[in-house]
């Protein structure tokens, strides 16, 4: 009987330790901080508390910015970043400064908002600039949190895409039409 008693014992220490480590595998994963992401560009997640903790910041600063456009400049952030980094044609400007100096404690979440806007406000990307950054962002790896909607591809500038909710190609507008009202008797 005693035997018997110590195997069940056994089987739980062995559930227990191989819960633990799936546990960690996955939290080793980055599966609740994707969970908790509002996108992430190329593997670098954007956290929800950091959008939101830059949109309270820059609301205080009297900003108005929704949430959605600061997913939108904080996704852009890198790829623009990169796209004016070899070339030169542009750092933090006085715009930049300004905006962050009315910003006591600015995150660095903050800063690279204001740094993204800044850039694209300033007009001074090269072609050579937005051909490198469209490049950039047609390879990105990029996934948003649906709460923001989804990328959608733009032929428009600055940032060539926007944050909204793509309509499935298989949805056809008057595919069921109303039907017909049955008159009153």
């Given at each position: 009987?005693?035997?018997?008693?110590?195997?069940?014992?056994?089987?739980?220490?062995?559930?227990?330790?191989?819960a633990?480590?799936?546990?960690?595998?996955?939290?080793?994963?980055?599966?609740?901080?994707?969970?908790?992401?509002?996108?992430?560009?190329?593997?670098?997640?954007?956290?929800?508390?950091?959008?939101?903790?830059?949109?309270?910041?820059?609301?205080?600063?009297?900003?108005?910015?929704?949430?959605?456009?600061?997913?939108?400049?904080?996704?852009?952030?890198?790829?623009?970043?990169?796209?004016?980094?070899?070339?030169?044609?542009?750092?933090?400007?006085?715009?930049?400064?300004?905006?962050?100096?009315?910003?006591?404690?600015a995150?660095?979440?903050t800063?690279?908002?204001?740094?993204?806007?800044?850039?694209?406000?300033?007009?001074?990307?090269?072609?050579?600039?937005?051909?490198?950054?469209?490049?950039?962002?047609?390879?990105?790896?990029?996934?948003?949190?649906p709460k923001?909607?989804?990328?959608?591809?733009s032929?428009?500038?600055?940032?060539?895409?926007?944050?909204?909710?793509?309509?499935?190609?298989?949805?056809?507008?008057?595919a069921?039409p109303?039907?017909?009202?049955?008159?009153a008797?």
């Amino acid at each position: 009987m005693k035997a018997w008693s110590a195997q069940p014992a056994k089987r739980v220490a062995v559930v227990g330790i191989v819960a633990l480590g799936a546990a960690s595998l996955l939290g080793g994963c980055g599966f609740e901080t994707r969970q908790q992401a509002a996108a992430v560009v190329n593997g670098t997640v954007i956290h929800e508390s950091d959008v939101r903790e830059t949109f309270d910041q820059l609301k205080a600063a009297k900003l108005d910015f929704a949430e959605n456009i600061v997913v939108t400049a904080l996704v852009a952030a890198p790829l623009l970043k990169d796209a004016v980094a070899s070339s030169g044609s542009w750092k933090p400007d006085e715009t930049y400064a300004s905006v962050i100096s009315s910003i006591p404690g600015a995150t660095d979440t903050t800063k690279e908002f204001v740094e993204a806007v800044a850039l694209i406000q300033s007009q001074k990307m090269t072609p050579a600039d937005v051909a490198a950054y469209r490049a950039d962002l047609k390879k990105a790896d990029i996934s948003v949190n649906p709460k923001y909607g989804a990328i959608v591809p733009s032929d428009q500038g600055p940032v060539y895409f926007t944050l909204g909710q793509q309509t499935p190609n298989w949805v056809k507008a008057g595919a069921n039409p109303a039907p017909a009202a049955t008159p009153a008797q």
